[in-house]
């Protein structure tokens, strides 16, 4: 439910989106408060363009986590990611 809420202010802030009052201050707190968390990624694959923002520990299809990365299994490509700092 945490990691849901930073996820959908992570996506805010990198669409430029308006945050409203303090989403920001929000999220943040909420991985101050979780360390272990890590801060969320936008994953990307560079060829079929799946978009998702994980954090570090998380698979996703098409997503599968692997050390320092993550790899698209759809197109077994490493996919391109982002940390979304607060
Ligand atoms: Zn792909």
């Known amino acids: 439910m945490t990691r ?3 996820r959908a202010t992570a996506g805010k802030v990198l669409r ?3 945050l409203v009052g303090d989403e920001k ?3 943040a707190a909420i991985l101050q408060a979780n360390p272990h968390f890590g801060n969320p990624h ?4 560079g ?3 799946q978009t998702k923002t994980l954090f570090r520990d998380e698979d996703e299809k098409p997503f599968k986590h692997i ?3 993550w790899l698209c299994e759809t197109c077994d ?3 391109s990611s982002q940390e979304v700092k607060f």
């Not at 936008?42 to 694959?45: D, E």
């Open 67 to 69: 050390p320092h990365g």
């Open 4 to 6: 849901e809420a930073v």
């Open 77 to 79: 490509l490493r996919a």
């Open 25 to 27: 201050q929000a999220a």
């Open 42 to 45: 936008v994953v990307r694959c």
């Open 16 to 18: 430029s989106e308006d």
């Open 47 to 49: 060829w079929c363009h």
